[in-house]
């Protein structure tokens, strides 16, 4: 099956640095969102990018598609306490009627004061 | 805003019984999903299901589980006779369509079988 990668795995940031985490694909995808998961709570969803190439910003949050539809990246600049939790990427391949999600391994995200 | 509300949050049951865990999605959805998170792993698809029918299924979806949506509102996942295996985090989802829609994602109801 499609198997999408994330790093890094986990990491350790100060409050106030930015934060890149990427996700790569073996095959290609449609649609590529990010979400964020907190303890004990489902997924939310963070950005949804439906075109290859595209960036899309929300609040201190940007995303690209990479343009192979094969990758993604999610920024997240001037990090706060509450930017603690899991980040995954999902990979939709938009076929058939619904809409499948492959999630990625996560990255942990961890903030010191 | 609207959101898609699981029961119950925690469920507990031996192996071998049968369980229903329960959804209510988003009022104006027409596409529901069930996915399942085993603990420290990454969120993993199970089933969608849209016009009464299930759309896909993963080879996770076995003759053991089956869904259904009993009335106007609420989306259930039945496991006919727990493994201990099933435990895991359950998570629904429903979204407007089928593509190019965002899917919005429940608390989640966590499964313990002993």
């Known amino acids: 099956g499609q198997q999408l990668n994330q790093s890094p795995q986990s990491m350790f940031i100060q409050e106030g640095e930015d934060v890149s985490m990427n996700c790569t694909s073996s095959?290609?995808?449609?649609?590529w969102l990010w979400y964020k998961q907190d303890p004990g709570e489902g997924p939310v969803l963070l950005i949804a990018?439906?075109?290859?190439?595209e960036l899309t910003s929300n609040g201190r949050l940007t995303a690209q598609f990479g343009i192979t539809r094969k990758d993604s990246f999610l920024n997240i600049s001037a990090s706060i306490p509450s930017d603690v939790g899991i980040y995954f990427c999902?990979?939709?391949?938009?076929?058939?009627?619904?809409?499948?999600?492959?999630f990625g391994t996560g990255t942990r995200l961890q903030v010191t004061l | 805003e609207p959101e898609v509300t699981q029961t119950p949050s925690h469920q507990v049951t031996q192996m071998g019984q049968e369980v229903i865990l329960r959804c209510v999605p988003i009022?104006?959805?027409?596409?529901f999903y069930w996915y399942r998170q085993i603990l420290g792993q990454k969120v993993e698809f199970l089933v969608s299901?849209?016009?009464?029918?299930?759309?896909?299924k993963s080879e996770i979806f076995d003759d053991q589980f089956s869904v259904e949506r009993p009335d106007g509102s609420n989306f259930t996942l039945k496991i006919r006779s727990t493994k201990l295996e099933d435990s895991a985090m359950y998570f629904c989802?429903?979204?407007?369509?089928?593509?190019?829609?965002?899917?919005?994602f429940g608390n989640g109801t966590r499964l313990t079988v002993t």
């Open positions: 095959s290609i995808f449609n649609t």
């Open positions: 299901f849209y016009n009464n029918e299930i759309s896909e």
């Open positions: 999902a990979g939709q391949l938009n076929t058939g009627t619904a809409s499948k999600l492959t």
């Open positions: 990018l439906y075109k290859a190439g």
């Open positions: 009022s104006n959805h027409l596409y």
């Open positions: 989802a429903s979204s407007a369509q089928g593509t190019r829609s965002p899917l919005h």
